[in-house]
């Protein structure tokens, strides 16, 4: 099976400062993959990178085999199946939840299939339907966060890029947006996550990335990254 | 009693065209982040085509008003690929500084074409008084009045009603998510500059046959005016910027009326100032760089 996404060699730098230095990654379709790493490792870059919003310096992002992504403009990667979920969520606080949904259906120009997939994600989400002429800004965190997730799902990528989707969050609703990762990931879509919340992400995933001062300095299975000493020492608290 | 309501109603229609200008001037802030101090000058093109239009190709007035959307319309595709877009992502002064540029351009460029006095416009609109009520327009008043509202009422519909405004609302809050969930934000940025331009040509158009001329210097005119707008009403409220531009017709027309128009641009801006001190955002809140 060829990779959904391929990174080789990527180094992205802002300005005269590194962000990233030589990260090479890839996923396989219906993976969870995890990046773990501290606040300013470049987890963020290499998604925004992934996302066009943030230029390469050098390396490669194939996805799908046959697009490199450093080539492309944002709006044009969005239209091969990648979609977005920000890390503090992001929202544009003056729409309203129905506002950012219809935003999250841009690219599809079929009015039905834009209130279908509408009427889906009130489904899966009652809580948004009854929220939906209220301006996201005026939401819950955790209320947000749905808004966000929807917002990404209702194009229906084959890729969720997800930014830190618990930060900020209280611990049940932690559980309840991992639980979510997972339902979602049983759809058949891939899911590439950044997190700190280490032992839950790596409870979910395939597959783990550490992420060190730009550097990935570990790879594996999940399972096998977390009994990783230094994995165990900076994220899951100590010896197991 | 009849003056002060017939200096109201004059009042109003000349702060509709403040509007107009207003809004473009916001719109184009909000979405490019651009101070994009040539608007006023694309205003000034739109009136010219119109005048152009009415003596060489006919004096129809739709045809005129079609004339100068098309003349601003296209002065502002040139301002938006030419001069703003190769500055995008620089220092917000770079583009003022540039359309500032562009602005003294167009202003002496033209008067070099048509002189620096006032060019008279052709007759299209009969000079006749429609009473209404208390108080009487000229039918030039009444035109001028209707062209304005109905360019505010499409740019709120475009805004708020259609696909693409959605999409320009999103990209004014947040251009890179925008960007991330397929909008193309160079394409909303060219949108945004040259419906704005139309909205002042069509605008400029209307004033130019209230008044009975084109000047190549108008848009200092129009510009301060639309500035100073926006400076009180902040630009976060296409609402609040409509009331504060009628509001500031009005009482300009009151102060021409009863105290003396000299003494018209000292009470604006003493109000400015007034306004500034208490709310540095405006009345209604503003949108940041």
Request: charged share 15%; glycine share 10%.
């Amino acid at each position: 099976m060829s990779a959904l996404l391929k990174v080789s060699g990527l180094s992205v730098a802002y300005g005269a400062v590194p962000a990233i230095l030589d990260v090479s990654l890839e996923m396989q379709p219906g993976e969870v993959r995890v990046i773990l790493g501290a606040n300013g490792a470049g987890k963020t870059t290499i998604i925004k990178t992934l996302l066009g919003l943030v230029r390469a310096r050098s390396g490669t992002i194939q996805f799908d085999g046959k697009h490199d992504l450093t080539r492309l403009k944002s709006h044009q990667i969005h239209q091969l199946g990648i979609a977005w979920v920000p890390e503090g969520r992001q929202l544009w606080g003056s729409l309203t939840v129905l506002e950012n949904l219809r935003m999250g259906a841009f690219i599809e120009h079929d009015e039905a299939k834009v209130e279908k997939g509408i009427a889906a994600m009130f489904e899966r989400f009652p809580r948004l339907q009854e929220r939906r002429n209220q301006l996201a800004a005026s939401l819950s965190g955790g209320e947000q966060q749905m808004v966000a997730i929807a917002r990404a799902l209702i194009s229906k990528p084959r890729l969720l890029l997800m930014d830190e989707p618990s930060i900020g969050l209280a611990p049940l609703v932690v559980r309840d947006i991992f639980d979510l990762v997972r339902a979602i990931n049983q759809d058949g879509i891939s899911v590439l996550m950044v997190e700190q919340n280490a032992r839950q992400a790596l409870a979910l995933a395939h597959w783990a990335y550490l992420l060190e001062i730009g550097q990935i300095v570990e790879s594996g299975p999940a399972g096998e990254i977390s009994t990783k000493e230094r994995v165990q020492e900076v994220f899951l608290g100590g010896a197991a | 009693m009849d003056i002060f309501l017939q200096q109201i109603m004059n009042g109003a229609v000349i702060g509709s065209t403040y509007a107009v200008v207003a809004v473009g001037f916001a719109l184009v802030f909000i979405v490019l982040r651009v101070v994009n101090f040539a608007h006023p000058e694309i205003f000034m093109l739109g009136m010219f085509s119109g005048l152009w239009t009415a003596l060489h190709i006919s004096d129809n007035l739709a045809v005129v008003l079609v004339a100068g959307a098309i003349g601003a319309g296209l002065g502002g595709l040139v301002l938006e690929r030419v001069v703003i877009r190769p500055l995008h992502g620089r220092n917000m002064l770079m583009t003022l500084l540039a359309t500032l540029g562009v602005s003294i351009i167009l202003q002496n460029g033209m008067a070099i074409i048509t002189g620096p006095d006032p060019v008279p416009y052709p007759t299209i609109i009969p000079n006749m008084s429609v009473p209404l009520g208390p108080v009487s327009l000229t039918a030039r008043q009444l035109v001028n009045f209707a062209a304005c509202a109905i360019l505010l009422i499409t740019a709120s519909y475009y805004v708020r009603g259609t696909k693409y405004g959605r999409a320009t609302r999103a990209v004014a809050e947040r251009p890179d998510v925008a960007a991330a969930f397929g909008v193309n934000v160079s394409l909303i940025s060219l949108i945004t500059v040259v419906f704005a331009s139309l909205m002042a040509g069509i605008a400029a158009v209307s004033v130019g046959l209230l008044y009975g001329s084109a000047w190549a210097f108008v848009g200092l005119l129009y510009g301060l005016k639309a500035f100073i707008i926006l400076l009180v009403a902040g630009n976060r409220y296409f609402e609040g910027v409509v009331f504060v531009a009628i509001a500031l017709g009005i009482i300009e027309a009151l102060i021409t009326g009863y105290v003396s128009s000299g003494m018209r641009d000292v009470v604006t801006f003493t109000l400015l100032i007034g306004v500034l001190y208490f709310r540095p955002n405006g009345v209604f809140g503003s949108y940041n760089a």
